[in-house]
């Protein structure tokens, strides 16, 4: 009995001693615990998500990746799956487990080694949430007050939701939503059994148990959660040897990206990193919506592509990439892993040469699979000499490749053809003239190879695109499109520049005495010039920065007549979208809307409108914005699935927005009226003039527009610079403004011209690049997509137009109606009033309708 009660004695002291300790343990602990009650509105951590206009998803930015999911969307076999693993006794205790812990010592005494844990979901929640993963006692005595406090102030599908969002599960995924788009890329209702015992089994050890780096031990980690379910009565003996039987399918999927835009998402990021700083940014679960249009963002991607690999094509082949081997050809094995070092471009794929025989090519890709290059695919490949010069036609595959060689090569929608990275740069940007929305961004011709926004960054020479504000400005000093400015060498050089500058025209040909609209449709230097003395040097920089560009960037010269200014192309296509608009400068903007986390709009865009102050009436209600519209279920491009530009138009017009209270309206730099008239002599660019058939008809510099897109409200300008170092196209419809940029990055490098060479004969030249040959061919392709199935816009005049008929030479009134005569516009009270011949005119001359060939000629 003395024995006992000594027995009893220091157990009772013990057990004070145990309480006396965890009592001194919390209140040394207690000062640094954190107040659980934050879990109750906790903001899990998701990342920045950037979206096109009719929401497809651009770009993810944020190191975690993670898909807030509620208990209830989360399947019953997977909470059971975590539950049998991690704590399958979560539901019974209070947030510790004695019964877990003492299991875990008793393994661990008799074993000497830690096959079970003693941590419960809710302590593992609490170290989650609050605690490093430091393995010390206080960090350890933290975690179990935290989890009796967490257990006092949530319920246990509260607790489990939690972890089931925040418990990290390797490759950047956190919680069980992210890691089944990371490993499966499907939602966690589509994951089958074995595919949740997989996941289930990833929270004692992502990265030892990873499926995709360590499958043999992802394996045996997913039969062991099958072989807890299957004992605890979750799941049958016919499904558990289902489960075991099935391979590993994991596999790495990125973000679900839809578009691909980077140039415009990083643009948004750096404007969500500006606005809210780096952490709030990448972790707060924004959802931005740009104004990009998918469809029209691939078309124009498409397109800028198309033209880059055309110029680089008939400027020669540069060689090949590297030479794997010269002797004995190596394994597949061994090329194949060459290959994988080097990352795919864009659509070029590196490849290995196998075999070469007369007119093809056999060569093996980083797949291991073995495609033929035919001749079509390899003709094209004369030598680069230099930008200016290419070498002889080849005439067998030997002439351009060797065995042994890496190459590039691409599918070009048809076969597969040898091809290499452009050297050369673009870059197109589109707008809605209407409010300044970017519809299309693409700065360069690979993201991966170059971050660099020539959209936005680049400041390159305007050439012959500044000629439209020129004369724009000249019609506002009373110029007319059938004023007649004098196509003549320039004997009166200015010398604002240090040296004597005398502008030539390129051709060096001139032609007299010439009306505007020609002079503009064939960009004729010297007119250019002469309207720019007109109106005045001063007079002239004011107005072009009242289009926008900066006052900086414009130098105090004549030369600024022919584009000497250096702009982005964002810029310039902006400063087009006043003709096309009516005269209005629009301020181009690429976010629509933001949403916080919780899907609420944080943030609308109020763009500027084309559009003058309403009077002050009661107004309209105002158009629901594009956060309710991306919502909506509207018509589908039956290829892309993507709404096309009519249904989108028909969405939402900007101009409803007119009248709003809240309304932003842009400033008019130009009227309407010469607004009307710089379009309707930019379609000269495109559609020309005069007639064929008594050889009086002539091109303008885009007339290759007019074949490729076969529309009459297109209007256009081609643009050049010296040396052809930088070459444009900027050209509209009433509905949508695009501008092409083609130039090297090195200011110094021209654009060259191309050659070529018939037997061995002499060489020829074939032409110097050039607005319409270099830039063009992008805005055609463009263009005659994105507008395809949207009804032509007709050309209706602003009030204040009157149309005359004159005669082609003098550009003076004439009472004919032959081919020496056409119909042209005027503002009404500049009209000529004296005749080409001294006849009366008809009493009808000023009623008379200009035909639709009248009015391009």
């Known amino acids: 009995m003395k024995w006992f009660k000594r027995a009893i004695i220091a157990l009772f002291s013990l057990a004070l001693l145990g309480i006396g300790a965890i009592t001194a343990a919390y209140f040394y602990v207690l000062p640094d615990l954190p107040d659980v009650a934050t879990l109750k509105t906790v903001q899990l951590q998701t990342p920045l998500r950037i979206f096109s206009r009719d929401g497809k998803l651009i770009s993810q930015f944020g190191e975690k990746r993670r898909i807030p999911v509620s208990l209830s969307e989360v399947p019953k076999p997977l909470i059971q799956a975590v539950i049998a693993t991690e704590d399958s006794r979560f539901y019974e205790h209070h947030g510790i487990d004695p019964v877990g812990i003492l299991r875990a010592a008793v393994i661990l005494i008799t074993t000497g080694q830690k096959r079970q844990g003693a941590s419960t979901i809710t302590m593992q929640v609490a170290r989650n949430f609050f605690l490093t993963r430091d393995k010390t006692y206080i960090r350890k005595i933290k975690e179990i007050f935290i989890a009796l406090h967490i257990e006092q102030l949530l319920t246990k599908d509260e607790i489990l939701e939690l972890y089931m969002n925040r418990i990290y599960l390797g490759q950047r995924a956190y919680g069980f939503g992210a890691a089944a788009q990371v490993y499966y890329g499907k939602e966690l209702k589509d994951l089958t059994l074995a595919q949740q015992a997989m996941l289930a089994g990833l929270p004692k050890a992502p990265s030892s148990v990873n499926p995709i780096t360590s499958p043999s031990r992802a394996e045996r980690r997913r039969n062991v959660v099958l072989g807890r379910m299957l004992e605890v009565g979750y799941i049958t003996q016919a499904e558990y040897n289902k489960a075991i039987e099935t391979p590993i399918t994991a596999r790495y999927h990125g973000a679900e990206i839809d578009l691909y835009a980077p140039y415009i998402s990083e643009m948004a990021r750096d404007y969500m990193v500006q606005k809210y700083g780096e952490e709030e940014a990448y972790t707060g679960g924004y959802d931005v919506y740009t104004t990009i249009d998918s469809r029209l963002q691939r078309l124009a991607q498409q397109a800028m592509r198309n033209n880059v690999y055309a110029y680089d094509q008939r400027h020669g082949y540069r060689g090949p990439a590297a030479v794997l081997w010269t002797g004995v050809e190596p394994t597949s094995d061994t090329i194949i892993a060459a290959l994988k070092k080097i990352q795919a471009v864009e659509e070029l794929q590196p490849a ?103 959209i936005t960054q680049a400041k390159r020479q305007l050439g012959s695109n500044i000629k439209p504000f020129i004369y724009a400005a000249a019609l506002e000093k009373g110029y007319t499109l059938a004023t007649l400015i004098n196509n003549a060498p320039i004997n009166e050089p200015d010398i604002r520049q240090g040296i004597a500058w005398r502008p030539k025209n390129s051709p060096n040909i001139y032609g007299g005495p010439t009306r505007l609209r020609i002079g503009l449709a064939q960009s004729i230097n010297v007119m250019s010039v002469r309207a720019m003395r007109h109106v005045g040097l001063d007079n002239t920089i004011k107005k072009l920065e009242e289009f926008g560009f900066d006052s900086a960037d414009l130098p105090r010269n004549e030369s600024i007549a022919l584009g000497s200014a250096s702009v982005t192309p964002l810029q310039v296509a902006a400063a087009f979208t006043v003709f ?123 007339w290759r527009a007019a074949r490729v897109v076969k529309r009459h409200d297109i209007a256009g300008k081609t643009g050049t610079t010296n040396e052809s170092r930088d070459t444009w196209f900027s050209g509209f419809n009433p509905n949508l403004e695009t501008t092409v940029w083609v130039g090297f990055d090195d200011h110094s490098r021209e654009l060259g011209r191309t050659t070529w060479r018939s037997n061995g004969s002499q060489e020829q030249i074939s032409g110097a690049e050039a607005g319409a040959k270099t830039a063009g061919p992008a805005w055609n392709e463009f263009m005659k997509d994105a507008l395809a199935g949207t009804p032509e816009v007709p050309a209706t005049p602003p009030e204040g137009i009157v149309s005359v008929r004159i005669d082609r030479d003098t550009g003076k009134l004439t009472h004919k109606t032959d081919y020496t005569t056409r119909f042209e516009y005027f503002i009404n009270g500049t009209q000529p009033k004296e005749y080409a011949t001294d006849e009366q005119p008809d009493s009808d001359l000023f009623n008379d309708t200009p035909t639709t060939d009248d009015l391009f000629q």
């Not at 073995?370 to 005439?395: N, V, Y």
């Not at 209600?621 to 279920?633: G, S």
């Not at 660019?685 to 885009?702: K, P």
């Open 352 to 454: 290995a040469v196998l075999k070469v025989t007369k007119q093809q090519a056999d060569v093996m890709t980083v797949d291991g699979r073995i495609h033929t290059l035919e001749w079509d695919g390899l003709k094209w490949a004369r030598a680069f000499i230099s930008d200016k010069k290419q070498g002889p036609l080849p005439k067998t595959a030997a002439d351009i490749l060797k065995v042994g060689e890496r190459i590039w090569i691409r599918n070009n929608g048809e076969f597969w053809q040898l091809s290499q990275i452009p050297q050369v740069s673009s870059a197109i940007v589109s707008l809605d003239p209407h409010n300044g929305a970017i519809r299309t961004l693409v700065g360069g011709f690979s993201f991966k190879e170059s971050q660099y926004n020539r």
């Open 580 to 702: 096309a608009n009516g005269g209005y400068l629009v301020e181009p903007y690429y976010i629509d809307h933001v949403q916080n986390s919780e899907g609420k709009l944080i943030e609308q865009a109020n763009p500027t409108l084309a559009c003058p102050p309403a009077p002050k009436v009661a107004t309209k209600q105002p158009l629901q914005t594009v956060a309710t519209d991306v919502a909506k279920d509207t018509g589908k491009d039956l290829v892309t699935g993507d709404n096309t530009l009519a249904e989108l138009e028909h969405e939402s017009s900007p101009l409803d927005k007119c009248d709003a209270p809240d309304a932003r309206h842009a400033k008019q730099v130009i009227s309407s009226q010469t607004a009307f008239l710089i379009t309707d002599a930019l379609k000269s660019v495109i559609w020309g003039g005069g007639d064929w058939s008594h050889n009086t008809g002539w091109n303008g510099t885009a």
